[in-house]
């Protein structure tokens, strides 16, 4: 199956595993800063094992049902990475693109290697080189927080769902189902953050993977302790960073790239990512209760 592109590309890349296609961004709402840092991380971090990712796509994916998506539906992903959904989503859809405007489309490539339904484009979340109302489910995880207006971002993506189909997405919440000790914490880390963030390539991936291990390892280990005996979820949950106590350390290096690596990070409140997705002209709006919070699904008007 062929998506329809509504221009003409400006740069065909030829790999073993496909054709990539670029398109020039013409795009004032984007941090070029922000997508190189996420090239770079995306180049570091690539190597993700299967189990991780049937692991990380299960969480994100939970309220997503057969009617959604499902192996006749076309899908974009907006944002994709190093490809870990897309290649989540393999045997799960039709036929999927993945955009993102970064380098990172070619860590997506290696990851997915020669599958036949997926199709990779180098463009910008607010200048979409398809046609409105061209796929049956969009999708954007962990992105547009990091772009300067997310509201307009998010329009765009839901300008190429086709009505009756469907939107989801991830973004950072803002602490608002939590309690003070928590919300101290996080203040705290993302004053690090402003710092760590401006530290170039290489300094900035040590630094990141020190916090990986003086920061996050202690909070996860005392859940995972808590786990081991016998302690209910629902008191684990209460501990900061619960979320990655069935992860790999793999996955936290990159998470603290993520988290402390990224210039630009906005957080919205359950309320606020509601009106965003209404405005946008979605309704039947679900959130899921489950970490990571963030992620909602609703279906166009």
Wanted: proline fraction near 3%; charge should be positive; glycine fraction near 8%.
């Amino acid at each position: 199956m062929n998506i329809e592109f509504n221009r003409p590309y400006s740069k065909l890349f030829k790999t073993k595993n496909r054709n990539i296609y670029e398109f020039s961004i013409n795009d004032d709402n984007i941090d070029h800063v922000t997508v190189d840092s996420f090239g770079d991380e995306w180049q570091a971090f690539h190597g993700f094992e299967e189990k991780e990712i049937q692991n990380l796509g299960d969480e994100y994916f939970d309220i997503v049902t057969q009617e959604m998506l499902n192996k006749s539906t076309t899908v974009l992903e907006v944002g994709c990475g190093s490809g870990r959904f897309l290649k989540y989503l393999i045997n799960k859809a039709g036929f999927i693109v993945g955009v993102d405007p970064s380098h990172a489309v070619f860590a997506s490539d290696n990851l997915l290697g020669k599958a036949e339904n997926v199709m990779l484009v180098k463009a910008s979340a607010n200048d979409l080189p398809f046609e409105n109302e061209s796929f049956d489910f969009v999708y954007s995880i962990g992105v547009l927080h990091h772009i300067p207006d997310t509201y307009k971002a998010m329009k765009a993506c839901v300008d190429k769902v086709k009505k009756g189909g469907y939107f989801f997405t991830y973004l950072y919440y803002n602490l608002d189902n939590r309690g003070f000790l928590f919300r101290s914490i996080f203040n705290a880390s993302a004053t690090l953050r402003k710092g760590v963030s401006k530290l170039p390539g290489k300094p900035k991936r040590l630094v990141c993977d020190i916090l990986a291990i003086g920061l996050y390892m202690p909070f996860v280990g005392l859940s995972r302790l808590l786990k081991s005996i016998g302690i209910k979820e629902s008191i684990r949950k209460k501990i900061p960073l619960h979320g990655y106590e069935n992860k790999s350390f793999y996955i936290i290096r990159n998470d603290s790239l993520d988290r402390f690596g990224t210039p630009l990070e906005q957080r919205f409140t359950m309320k606020e990512i509601r009106e965003m997705m209404e405005k946008a002209g979605l309704e039947d709006i679900i959130f899921s209760n489950n970490i990571p919070y963030w992620h909602a699904v609703g279906k166009k008007k």
